[in-house]
């Protein structure tokens, strides 16, 4: 992601995401309260 200017991405925060086999995993069972994903405009 080095290549992508900071001005380009904004920042989404989720409480889980979910895998590709269907499992979710919460933020909270790794110690945060949210994960942050990264979306390009």
Same mark, same amino acid.
């Given at each position: 992601?080095?290549?992508? !200017?900071?001005?380009?991405?904004? @920042?989404?925060?989720? +409480? /889980?995401?979910?895998?590709?086999?269907?499992? !979710?995993?919460?933020?909270?069972? @790794?110690?945060?309260? +949210? /994960?942050?994903?990264?979306?390009?405009?």
């Amino acid at each position: 992601m080095d290549e992508i !200017r900071k001005s380009d991405v904004t @920042y989404i925060y989720v +409480a /889980f995401i979910t895998l590709r086999n269907g499992k !979710r995993i919460y933020a909270r069972q @790794y110690g945060h309260k +949210a /994960f942050r994903i990264a979306v390009k405009h």
